[in-house]
């Protein structure tokens, strides 16, 4: 499968059912490598998998969802060492990942330093969320990919959870490449999220920084208590500004710079984010100038948003001027994301 550019957009695709076999499985480690979208199945429900080091295959799964908001992706790993290249293990971790994993926990932990995951799949988030499947033609395809995989439900954003191949097809047909039928996932819900982050938010989540039940699952809160020999903690009140995870609003990456929305025009000690190929006026003066997408992709631009916002963040400037973005397509996400950060 050639690899495919920023400029193609989940609609365009030619959508393929294959068996979970292992020919469909060594198809699907391709199509994955290749920036593809290839739907999956776990023990919870079906995934809609991407390369999670490809903030381009990211967007268009954005993009195929038809999701609302750059929200946090999980990403699925073949098994717990795989899990310690992207987060960072603290005791209580440790203990869940070895009483659960593979199976239907997600853990949010701490990015490792210089995680190879998109900024795009943890929404600028200094915590990443991953789990381990055990479904066998998930786990068969993690091995075969050698990668982590971000995998969302297989459906459009809003719908109801896909359990099988037929649940996917009926709602993505068109929007993905390819669709691995493994039969009828055996758990049916989405997976338990479990944070695990005081070691780098200290008392950020629960009582002394003790672990927190982000959204009830497939692992039972009885279970996973029994194996922390202590009670969960609850969740984060949603209007904190703490990191949140897949299934809950979503607090995102927001830079110490101020934003200046809708500039036609770059001011003195400005960095400029722009887009499309006519710069803002005063563009050359700018402290900093990244364009999200010299050919106005809005697929391209949701890819390097963060990485832009971050950059930018650190040039100096007293504040960053932000380039009209048009609402089509990603375009709305793209806009709800720096209206949240400038606000």
Not at 11 to 32: F, P, Q, S
Not at 181 to 190: F, N
Not at 238 to 267: C, F, I, K, Q
């Given at each position: ?145 050698g990668g982590p995989v971000v995998a969302p439900s297989a459906n459009r954003s809003g719908h ?184």
């Amino acid at each position: 499968m050639a690899k495919m550019n920023a400029a193609e957009t989940a609609t365009k695709m030619v959508t393929r059912l294959v068996k979970g076999d292992a020919g469909g499985i060594a198809e699907a480690a391709r199509c994955l490598a290749a920036g593809g979208l290839v739907a999956f199945p776990t023990e919870t429900v079906y995934g809609l998998g991407a390369d999670a080091r490809n903030g381009a295959a990211i967007a268009r799964l954005y993009a195929a969802k038809g999701r609302p908001a750059f929200n946090p992706l999980i990403a699925h790993v073949a098994d717990a060492a795989a899990a310690r290249q992207l987060g960072r293990f603290d005791a209580a971790a440790e203990r869940l990942a070895a009483a659960f994993w593979p199976g239907p926990l997600t853990l949010v932990l701490p990015k490792v330093e210089r995680c190879p995951v998109a900024d795009l799949a943890t929404a600028g988030l200094d915590s990443i969320a991953v789990r381990v499947p055990a479904h066998p033609v998930a786990q068969a395809i993690l091995r075969d990919f050698g990668g982590p995989v971000v995998a969302p439900s297989a459906n459009r954003s809003g719908h109801v959870s896909p359990t099988t191949a037929a649940h996917v097809r009926e709602d993505l047909t068109g929007r993905l490449d390819l669709i691995v039928d493994g039969g009828a996932t055996p758990v049916g819900l989405e997976s338990t999220i479990v944070a695990c982050l005081r070691q780098a938010f200290g008392h950020a989540f629960g009582h002394h920084g003790a672990p927190a039940l982000l959204r009830p699952g497939g692992a039972p809160r009885e279970a996973i208590e029994r194996v922390l020999g202590a009670p969960l903690a609850d969740a984060p009140s949603r209007d904190e500004n703490v990191p949140r995870a897949p299934g809950m609003l979503t607090s995102h990456y927001a830079p110490r710079t101020p934003l200046r929305l809708d500039a036609d025009r770059v001011a003195p000690g400005e960095a400029l984010l722009a887009f499309g190929p006519a710069l803002a006026q005063g563009a050359p003066a700018a402290v900093k100038v990244l364009n999200l997408s010299a050919h106005g992709d809005p697929i391209e631009a949701a890819a390097n948003l963060f990485s832009h916002l971050r950059a930018l963040d650190a040039s100096g400037a007293g504040t960053i001027a932000v380039m009209p973005i048009p609402l089509a397509g990603l375009g709305e996400a793209i806009n709800d994301r720096l209206r949240r950060a400038a606000g």
